[in-house]
């Protein structure tokens, strides 16, 4: 366990600002406090186990969504699905970032996030209508609420391929999500972008959509499927 003095020192910053650091990650859950000294939390150790047993994906992904972001000037995401939630595996921030609720390791429901929508379309019945049960949450103003529209969505973006939520995690933001399949042709993640509505504006997505599918089979290649033998094999 360290002290506030003894992390400062180590990392050569002044006590208020790691004071300020602490705290943030304590409500994160990436640090303890136990009176007056700090220890790692449960966030960082289950993101560890994440980023140990998505090895593969997360270094496959990186060059990736480093050549999307120089591309569409947006951040770049990699998520899996984990019960009703999303969890940011990968995030390659834009030079002009907007201030979003994603982060490595962070959580978001599933059922308000492009990514989300994404990897519960390739779910099972089973596992959605367990995500319809336990409420559908309002988390942005455009935020689906209503089961049979929510339904509608996941079947629509099954059907063509990539998934579009506006306003629905954040207000006045944007995210695109396109599937990310391992060898044996199966949805195990998803690529996504997102930034504010007026630099995604309709007239431009379109053009999101195509670099975010492109990088989302690049990946997938990376990782083993071949589109053409798993679509003449169906």
Same mark, same amino acid.
């Given at each position: 366990?360290? +002290? &506030?003095? #003894?992390?400062?020192?180590?990392l050569? =910053?002044? %006590?208020?600002?790691?004071?300020?650091l602490?705290?943030? !990650?304590?409500?994160?859950?990436f640090?303890?406090?136990?009176?007056?000294?700090?220890?790692?939390?449960?966030?960082?150790?289950?993101?560890s186990?994440?980023?140990?047993?998505?090895?593969?994906?997360?270094?496959?992904?990186?060059?990736?969504?480093?050549?999307?972001?120089?591309?569409?000037?947006?951040?770049?995401?990699? +998520? &899996?699905? #984990?019960?009703?939630?999303?969890?940011? =595996?990968? %995030?390659?921030?834009?030079?002009?970032?907007?201030?979003? !609720?994603?982060?490595?390791?962070?959580?978001?429901?599933?059922?308000?996030?492009?990514?989300?929508?994404?990897?519960?379309?390739?779910?099972?019945?089973?596992?959605?209508?367990?995500?319809?049960?336990?409420?559908?949450?309002?988390?942005?103003?455009?935020?689906?609420?209503d089961?049979?529209?929510?339904?509608?969505?996941?079947?629509?973006?099954?059907?063509?391929?990539?998934?579009?939520?506006?306003?629905?995690?954040?207000?006045?933001?944007?995210?695109?999500?396109?599937?990310?399949?391992d060898?044996?042709?199966?949805?195990?993640?998803?690529?996504?972008?997102?930034?504010?509505?007026?630099?995604?504006?309709?007239?431009?997505?379109?053009?999101?959509?195509?670099?975010?599918?492109?990088?989302?089979?690049e990946?997938?290649?990376?990782?083993?499927?071949?589109?053409?033998?798993?679509?003449?094999?169906?």
């Open positions: 366990m360290w +002290s &506030i003095t #003894e992390i400062a020192k180590a050569q =910053l002044n %006590k208020s600002t790691v004071c300020r602490a705290g943030d !990650l304590v409500i994160e859950g640090l303890q406090k136990t009176g007056t000294k700090y220890r790692l939390g449960l966030t960082l150790l289950g993101l186990g994440v980023i140990t047993s998505h090895l593969e994906i997360h270094r496959e992904a990186k060059p990736v969504l480093i050549n999307l972001v120089e591309e569409l000037e947006e951040t770049a995401h990699i +998520s &899996i699905l #984990e019960g009703p939630d999303i969890t940011y =595996l990968h %995030k390659v921030e834009c030079k002009h970032p907007i201030r979003l !609720l994603s982060q490595v390791g962070k959580k978001n429901p599933a059922s308000c996030t492009s990514s989300g929508k994404m990897l519960l379309a390739y779910q099972s019945e089973k596992v959605v209508q367990e995500i319809i049960a336990a409420g559908l949450l309002r988390m942005g103003p455009n935020s689906r609420t089961p049979d529209e929510f339904l509608q969505d996941l079947h629509k973006v099954k059907q063509q391929g990539y998934s579009v939520c506006i306003e629905e995690l954040h207000e006045d933001v944007v995210s695109i999500a396109a599937p990310i399949r060898y044996t042709g199966e949805v195990i993640s998803a690529v996504s972008v997102a930034g504010p509505k007026q630099r995604m504006m309709e007239d431009r997505i379109p053009q999101f959509i195509a670099e975010i599918m492109k990088a989302g089979k990946i997938s290649s990376h990782l083993g499927y071949m589109e053409s033998i798993y679509e003449n094999g169906r």
